[in-house]
């Protein structure tokens, strides 16, 4: 295996960019090209450079000889300046033989046994390439229903996604981690089993799962009014039910592990500007993009952490570097539509006839700290807003200024934009994905999420030593302010925030909060903030306290709702899934636990106590080392870890370091590893 030490000692400290050691080593771990024997075979200018060029190519296509070579140095600029960071398949795979450029993906399910199977085949591809991909489980007939073509009766939608899962988990032991999302409409007869899905946190194991809630159903909640179960096969209502309970229902189980999350798929239906060619029913594996059936997009990020200048002493947002960083990026994207392959040829065909890409931002927890913002804070918010206005506004002028240069989306003529008589060039623009691994490429903090923490302690696998990691903006205004200590570094890495540090001063910690620090109602508010001015959709995750009741998810999902939110993915810390239990007491008899059981009532749902049998394991229980902290408890000496769903670990796979629970996914601070990079 090759060495990342001796490697980085082999190039010029040009070639490395000025990239610290924590960017160096994810670069290397997951993005650098590698021989067949995989030997890594270029510097990480070279890896900038093998992108710039493949995603400027497609220019030669519309403009004159010489414009290819100015756009290739345009996108090397930006990419070298870490201005703007495109998607990681992107990164991978450019400028290789595999020319999967794309992200994520969405495929139907069709009622019958060829149409499902058709769906595996044309998932298995798209994974075997490495994208994510999405699917709607409520078109199938539910469990029960007659089957005339083989005189049997339906197993239902959850038995085929079980079939879906395998095949992801095969193609992970091809050496690829899928992505996949299950949506299931809320009016679906089979709803309660879908709800209760990731019960057995052993099952379905490599989704997400998430129920679209229409308005009528949310209406009805907030009426206490009855909804219509429909049997999607012959459209007849199969029963009728108090819309409350099904959606205490879906609160309850959220609490409890995280899943499923809600969608909402009026929202989301109102704002496609191409319902003339399909309705969304489905979204990728983080929910940031709807897709229309075989739709496909692509990602990147700017990076926000850089769109500043100072002036007269103070750091403030430098618009027009803003400005020309978005045009520059939508360009990048809508080439990266012409310079792909796809799967399939009906992929293809959908991709190049909307065109849609998604333009997003990391960094913006870090941009706050130098401008001194809460991010709880209305201000903050206004930030965020004002933010997203302008990449959208500057945009749509490009995909406009494209659309002149070489015509519109095939999909536009009796699209919104043409009954608005805007000629574009793209169907959407914007998406706020999640950056995990990404933000760490670019040194700042992920998405539009809150930092998780100011310092902790990261392994360094390169010198096999220990270092503490301290956020660059807290350690510069921590020295400039005289309070700055390796003692005080350590004692914020262990709890990861200001809280009852009387060294740190009081308008130092209002500025530097961390997700814990933040209310489920701020972190939903910055979402609506960032999706008023967002076309597709935000990957967010809504962290809850330990102590977070269900009436506080139901809140949290209606504020979701009348905020404009197209989704909404909540986590509650310390919820099951991460079952603390001291090594010496696992025994064969069962014990005692803080699992709860949920028990309906007509009013309101009453959460008891049942037990855990220790003995009963099932044999796909991970249990891993404590490596001493989670996100937000210690984890005590002589303890394991027991996970039950990747999504649910505590611990990283391949480094064993606490994970933490951001953007609507997992991420590993310490290498990188996140289980939804695709």
């Keep these: 295996m090759q060495d990342y030490k001796t490697f980085m000692e082999s190039i010029s400290e040009e070639e490395k960019l000025g990239l610290n050691e924590n960017q160096l080593r994810i670069i290397f771990a997951k993005y650098l090209k590698r021989d067949a024997d995989g030997t890594v075979v270029e510097t990480p200018l070279d890896m900038f450079e093998r992108i710039a060029k493949e995603i400027a190519g497609p220019d030669a296509v519309y403009r004159p000889d010489g414009e290819v070579e100015k756009t290739e140095k345009e996108f090397l600029d930006m990419l070298t300046k870490l201005e703007f960071i495109p998607g990681g398949r992107t990164i991978a795979n450019a400028g290789t033989p595999v020319k999967n450029l794309a992200n ?5 399910v069709e009622d019958s046994m060829e149409g499902i199977f058709q769906a595996v085949k044309e998932a298995a591809l798209i994974q075997k390439r490495g994208g994510g991909v999405g699917y709607c489980f409520s078109t199938l007939r539910p469990g029960g229903s007659w089957v005339s073509g083989c005189s049997g009766i339906a197993s ?6 079980r079939v879906f899962d395998v095949m992801c988990s095969t193609i992970m032991q091809g050496n690829r981690r899928g992505a996949q999302m299950g949506t299931f409409h809320i009016s679906h007869p ?10 057995d946190l052993t099952q379905l194991t490599n989704f997400n799962i998430s129920v679209m809630l229409d308005d009528k159903f949310m209406k009805a909640v907030e009426a206490d009014g009855e909804y219509d179960l429909i049997d999607p096969h012959t459209m007849q209502v199969a029963r009728t039910v108090r819309a409350k309970e099904l959606f205490n229902k879906i609160a309850y189980h959220a609490w409890k592990t995280g899943e499923p999350g809600v969608l909402f798929i009026d929202t989301a239906n109102r704002h496609n500007k191409i319902k003339h060619i399909g309705l969304f029913k489905a979204t990728n594996p983080c929910a940031e993009i709807w897709l229309l059936d075989y739709e496909v997009c692509n990602l990147g990020s700017i990076n926000l952490d850089r769109m500043v200048r100072k002036v007269n002493g103070r750091i403030e947002i430098d618009w027009n570097k803003l400005r020309k960083t978005t045009r520059t990026a939508i360009h990048f994207l809508d080439n990266v539509i012409d310079a792909g392959e796809y799967p399939t040829e009906k992929i293809t065909r959908m991709a190049k006839k909307t065109r849609r890409i998604g333009l997003g931002v990391l960094g913006f927890a870090d941009l706050l700290y130098q401008l001194g913002l809460p991010y709880s804070s209305e201000e903050g918010r206004m930030v965020a807003s004002e933010v997203m206005r302008v990449i959208d506004e500057e945009g749509w002028k490009m995909s406009e200024e494209l659309a002149r240069e070489r015509e519109v989306f095939p999909a536009w003529k009796g699209s919104e934009f043409e009954k608005e008589g805007r000629r574009v060039r793209n169907c959407a623009i914007t998406a706020i994905a999640p950056t995990g691994t990404l933000s760490m490429v670019g040194d700042t903090s992920g998405g539009c999420e809150p930092n998780f923490a100011l310092a902790y302690i990261k392994n360094s696998h390169s010198i096999k030593e220990q270092f503490t990691y301290v956020n660059k903006h807290f350690e510069r205004v921590a020295r400039e302010r ?5 003692e005080l570094m350590k004692k914020i890495a262990e709890q990861g925030t200001l809280d009852g540090l009387d060294e740190v001063p009081e308008d130092v910690k209002k500025v530097f909060e961390v997700s814990f620090n933040i209310s489920a109602e701020e972190h939903i508010l910055m979402q609506a903030a960032f999706q008023k001015y967002v076309t597709n959709a935000v990957s967010k995750t809504i962290n809850f306290a330990t102590s977070a009741t269900i009436d506080d998810v139901k809140k949290g999902y209606m504020l979701a709702w009348k905020t404009g939110c197209k989704g909404c993915t909540v986590y509650r810390d310390g919820s099951r899934g991460n079952q603390v239990l001291n090594i010496k007491e696992v025994k064969k008899e069962a014990r005692s636990s803080a699992e709860p059981v949920v028990v309906e009532t007509e009013e309101t749902i009453v959460v008891q ?9 099932p044999e796909q229980v991970i249990v891993v080392e404590s490596s001493g902290k989670t996100a937000h408890d210690k984890v005590p000496e002589g303890k394991i870890m027991v996970s039950f769903d990747k999504k649910q670990m505590t611990n990283c796979p391949e480094c064993d370091a606490p994970l933490v629970k951001q953007e609507g996914c997992v991420l590993c601070p310490d290498c990188g590893f996140s289980v939804c990079t695709v």
Excluded: N, R
Excluded at 156 to 161: D, I, Q, V, Y
Excluded at 190 to 199: M, W, Y
Excluded at 609 to 617: A, I, K, R, S
């Design 609 to 617: 106590t049942e037990e855990l049998e220790v003995e009963g394991m």
């Design 156 to 161: 239902g939608p959850l038995s085929f996604m």
């Design 104 to 108: 994520c993906f969405v495929i139907p």
């Design 190 to 199: 089979d709803i309660e089993h879908f709800i209760t899905a990731k019960d």
């Design 482 to 486: 005289g309070f700055y200590t390796e």
